[in-house]
């Protein structure tokens, strides 16, 4: 019997199919932003997650300004110079100390020309972001104390500037400098954000300090904990040498901020959570407005067909047979429009993971939940028209037209 | 609702029908009485606004009296909810639409097999009983039309053959014979006896044609909401 009603509800969907799509739009689209958003967001955590495991826990960032992202708009914050590097290297918690600024610049070729960012530092950074160079040499200690125009290139500048070609000995051009080719990074792929990590170009701090930027300025460290030191007690030394350097008293707080690498994942996952959230709160609106919509075409549907809904009483149909008949065809609609949303989202989950380089990660839960969810907007909203089916009187119904 | 019955199989009353009220009151019937056994061929007659769609509806147990008493099979009607008296028609009674009242997108199959779906008839038995009662209504082979695909002729009898499907005690038909012509008239009528005659199905037809009504037992004359006259036909008569 319940089958049968399934049966019938769908053959009434599909004699009007057009406008049973457009009733349950509503319904798709809410449940394809949820599918979506919680896949892209599994995916970007997973490989968040990942990322900083590659990393390591053994690496600090030392940026100015109090808030995670850098200085606040209102603060004016003395920006590190190369003599805080100095004196961190002093310090014996620390294995490693890259000094780095960025600078966005396009590099060029022959014909080629590549936009992409340049990176001043130094050969510690190669260790501490965990570069391996695949052909050639890292920078000279001459080379980097007197900011010597050398360069070592990422993948996709690499590619974009000689395709496959060596470029080791050959020489590009950054604005207006011209700069030697000493090497080559190995592919490293995607970044947390989905940004492409081999995008740039190594330079010495000097080099890109006088020749790019044109200020003696150090935009942040990345450090490297010695062995066996924890995070906590690193922070804490940084901490204190950077207090006494900005000559900051007692009772004010810190203009700079170090953070593990936990801080910056748990950065980097709320930011996403912020956004699952969000759009989480767009499809529950979404939802509901299909669930009206659902409700509004059965209302209709129940006002066209009421002849039959006469004759179906007049023949014997219980009350709660129409009743069952009509709710099981609203559910059917926007189980079906759950399940074109299901699909809908998993496909641009799909393709969002493709395009930002993180897993795809569908998840069986979410998949339910939507489903549920879904069969509940069809109770919800398909009750009312339902029950007004059942309540005609089959005589008036019958007189109807 | 038990074989052993006393009283006659339907019974009306003093029965009435009041519809609206006050200044808008219409006494669509007003007290009337009748009596119909079991196997009997009933025509009712009367003029246009008399009471007798109305009175069908009652005895169908669509609608209920608002005054005196209706006993079917001794149950009294005015007595049960909407759903027991849509078990009711379902189990007992079959009907006859002025107009047919045919589900205009579902095949002759489909419109009659529908009452079974409400009885909870599994699918191949289902299928079975309504090509055997489309076979009986001279219908075997348009199974799959639309009404639309069918003469109004062959439309009535779709709808008779849903009537039939589930083998009623009553059949009710409401002018069954209103939009056809006297050809087509004929062979309805043909079919209605047949079946009183060879099932004991025991028939309520309204009509307004004299020579319809000609075939039937007995011919109920309605005038303003009453029965006038009951006029005995003899049985005697061959199609
Ligand atoms: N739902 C209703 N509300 C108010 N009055 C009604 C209603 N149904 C019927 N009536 C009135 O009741 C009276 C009897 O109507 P009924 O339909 O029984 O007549 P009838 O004998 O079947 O007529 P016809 O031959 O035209 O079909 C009429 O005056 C009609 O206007
Ligand atoms: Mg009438």
């Not at chain 1, 299909?290 to 179906?312: A, D, F, H, Q, Y």
């Not at chain 2, 007659?45 to 209706?70: F, V």
């Given at each position: 019997?319940?089958?049968?009603?399934?049966?019938?509800?769908?053959?009434?969907?599909?004699?009007?199919?057009?406008?049973?799509?457009?009733?349950?739009?509503?319904?798709?689209?809410g449940v394809a932003?949820v599918i979506?958003?919680v896949?892209?967001?599994?995916?970007?955590?997973?490989?968040?997650?990942?990322?900083?495991?590659?990393?390591?826990?053994?690496?600090?960032?030392?940026?100015?300004?109090?808030?995670?992202?850098?200085?606040?708009?209102?603060?004016?914050?003395?920006?590190?110079?190369?003599?805080?590097?100095?004196?961190?290297?002093?310090?014996?918690?620390?294995?490693?100390?890259?000094?780095?600024?960025?600078?966005?610049?396009?590099?060029?070729?022959?014909?080629?020309?590549?936009?992409?960012?340049?990176?001043?530092?130094?050969?510690?950074?190669?260790?501490?972001?965990?570069?391996?160079?695949?052909?050639?040499?890292?920078?000279?200690?001459?080379?980097?104390?007197?900011?010597?125009?050398?360069?070592?290139?990422?993948?996709?500048?690499?590619?974009?500037?000689?395709?496959?070609?060596?470029?080791?000995?050959?020489?590009?051009?950054?604005?207006?400098?011209?700069?030697?080719?000493?090497?080559?990074?190995?592919?490293?792929?995607?970044?947390?954000?989905?940004?492409?990590?081999?995008?740039?170009?190594?330079?010495?701090?000097?080099?890109?300090?006088?020749?790019?930027?044109?200020?003696?300025?150090?935009?942040?460290?990345?450090?490297?904990?010695?062995?066996?030191?924890?995070?906590?007690?690193?922070?804490?030394?940084?901490?204190?040498?950077?207090?006494?350097?900005?000559?900051?008293?007692?009772?004010?707080?810190?203009?700079?901020?170090?953070?593990?690498?936990?801080?910056?994942?748990?950065?980097?996952?709320?930011?996403?959570?912020?956004?699952?959230?969000?759009?989480?709160?767009?499809a529950?609106?979404?939802?509901?407005?299909?669930?009206?919509?659902?409700?509004?075409?059965?209302?209709?549907?129940?006002?066209?067909?009421?002849?039959?809904?006469?004759?179906?009483?007049?023949?014997?149909?219980?009350?709660?047979?129409?009743?069952?008949?009509?709710?099981?065809?609203?559910?059917?609609?926007?189980?079906?429009?759950g399940v074109?949303g299901i699909?809908?989202g998993?496909?641009?989950?799909?393709?969002?993971?493709?395009?930002?380089?993180?897993?795809?990660?569908?998840?069986?839960?979410i998949v339910g939940l939507a489903f549920v969810f879904s069969g509940?907007?069809?109770?919800?909203?398909?009750?009312?028209?339902?029950?007004?089916?059942?309540?005609?009187?089959?005589?008036?119904?019958?007189?109807?037209? | 609702?038990?074989?052993?019955?006393?009283?006659?199989?339907?019974?009306?009353?003093?029965?009435?029908?009041?519809?609206?009220?006050?200044?808008?009151?219409?006494?669509?019937?007003?007290?009337?009485?009748?009596?119909?056994?079991?196997?009997?061929?009933?025509?009712?007659?009367?003029?246009?606004?008399?009471?007798?769609?109305?009175?069908?509806?009652?005895?169908?147990?669509?609608?209920?009296?608002?005054?005196?008493?209706?006993?079917?099979?001794?149950?009294?009607?005015?007595?049960?909810?909407?759903?027991?008296?849509?078990?009711?028609?379902?189990?007992?009674?079959?009907?006859?639409?002025?107009?047919?009242?045919?589900?205009?997108?579902?095949?002759?199959?489909?419109?009659?097999?529908?009452?079974?779906?409400?009885?909870?008839?599994?699918?191949?038995?289902?299928?079975?009983?309504?090509?055997?009662?489309?076979?009986?209504?001279?219908?075997?082979?348009?199974?799959?039309?639309?009404?639309?695909?069918?003469?109004?002729?062959?439309?009535?009898?779709?709808?008779?053959?849903?009537?039939?499907?589930?083998?009623?005690?009553?059949?009710?038909?409401?002018?069954?014979?209103?939009?056809?012509?006297?050809?087509?008239?004929?062979?309805?009528?043909?079919?209605?006896?047949?079946?009183?005659?060879?099932?004991?199905?025991?028939?309520?037809?309204?009509?307004?044609?004299?020579?319809?009504?000609?075939?039937?037992?007995?011919?109920?004359?309605?005038?303003?909401?009453?029965?006038?006259?009951?006029?005995?036909?003899?049985?005697?008569?061959?199609?």
């Amino acid at each position: 019997m319940l089958w049968e009603t399934v049966r019938l509800a769908l053959l009434a969907i599909t004699r009007n199919a057009l406008r049973s799509f457009l009733t349950v739009l509503g319904v798709v689209i809410g449940v394809a932003a949820v599918i979506a958003m919680v896949t892209i967001g599994q995916g970007s955590s997973e490989q968040v997650t990942s990322d900083v495991e590659s990393l390591g826990s053994d690496v600090l960032m030392l940026r100015p300004g109090s808030s995670f992202g850098g200085p606040g708009v209102s603060e004016t914050v003395a920006e590190f110079t190369l003599r805080d590097a100095d004196a961190l290297r002093e310090l014996s918690v620390l294995s490693a100390v890259a000094p780095v600024v960025n600078s966005p610049a396009t590099a060029v070729y022959g014909n080629a020309n590549s936009s992409t960012t340049v990176t001043g530092s130094s050969n510690d950074y190669l260790d501490v972001a965990n570069w391996t160079i695949l052909r050639g040499r890292g920078f000279s200690p001459a080379e980097e104390s007197s900011g010597a125009a050398v360069c070592i290139l990422g993948e996709s500048v690499r590619q974009e500037l000689f395709g496959n070609a060596d470029p080791t000995g050959e020489t590009i051009r950054i604005k207006t400098v011209s700069c030697d080719v000493i090497g080559y990074l190995e592919a490293k792929g995607a970044g947390m954000m989905g940004q492409d990590q081999d995008d740039l170009i190594l330079m010495p701090i000097r080099a890109v300090q006088r020749r790019l930027v044109g200020s003696t300025d150090v935009s942040s460290f990345q450090l490297a904990l010695a062995p066996g030191v924890s995070a906590d007690r690193g922070t804490r030394e940084i901490e204190a040498l950077m207090r006494e350097r900005r000559r900051i008293q007692i009772d004010e707080a810190d203009d700079f901020r170090v953070m593990d690498m936990a801080q910056i994942a748990s950065m980097l996952t709320s930011v996403n959570s912020v956004l699952t959230g969000l759009l989480s709160a767009v499809a529950a609106v979404s939802l509901l407005v299909g669930g009206i919509g659902i409700m509004n075409i059965m209302l209709v549907s129940v006002t066209e067909r009421t002849r039959e809904i006469g004759i179906r009483l007049a023949i014997g149909a219980t009350a709660r047979q129409v009743l069952t008949q009509f709710l099981v065809e609203a559910i059917v609609l926007s189980v079906l429009g759950g399940v074109i949303g299901i699909l809908l989202g998993f496909a641009i989950a799909f393709a969002a993971a493709r395009l930002m380089a993180i897993p795809f990660t569908p998840s069986i839960e979410i998949v339910g939940l939507a489903f549920v969810f879904s069969g509940l907007v069809g109770v919800v909203f398909g009750y009312f028209p339902a029950r007004r089916a059942a309540r005609l009187d089959p005589i008036e119904a019958l007189r109807h037209q | 609702m038990g074989e052993e019955t006393t009283g006659p199989l339907i019974a009306l009353r003093d029965v009435s029908r009041v519809y609206g009220e006050g200044e808008a009151e219409v006494r669509a019937l007003d007290g009337v009485d009748l009596t119909i056994g079991e196997g009997e061929f009933i025509a009712i007659m009367g003029p246009s606004g008399s009471g007798k769609s109305t009175a069908m509806n009652i005895i169908g147990c669509l609608d209920r009296p608002t005054g005196g008493s209706y006993l079917f099979h001794d149950v009294e009607v005015g007595r049960l909810d909407r759903d027991q008296r849509a078990i009711l028609r379902r189990e007992y009674l079959g009907f006859v639409f002025q107009g047919f009242n045919l589900l205009p997108r579902s095949t002759a199959l489909e419109n009659v097999e529908l009452p079974l779906i409400y009885k909870g008839v599994p699918p191949a038995e289902r299928a079975a009983r309504a090509r055997s009662a489309l076979e009986k209504v001279g219908l075997a082979g348009r199974e799959h039309h639309q009404p639309s695909q069918l003469s109004g002729g062959q439309q009535q009898r779709v709808a008779i053959a849903r009537a039939i499907v589930d083998n009623p005690m009553v059949l009710l038909a409401d002018e069954p014979t209103g939009n056809l012509d006297t050809h087509r008239s004929r062979e309805i009528m043909e079919l209605l006896v047949a079946l009183n005659r060879d099932d004991g199905i025991t028939i309520i037809m309204v009509t307004h044609e004299e020579d319809m009504a000609e075939y039937a037992h007995r011919i109920v004359l309605f005038v303003d909401g009453r029965v006038q006259s009951e006029d005995y036909r003899p049985a005697e008569r061959e199609g």
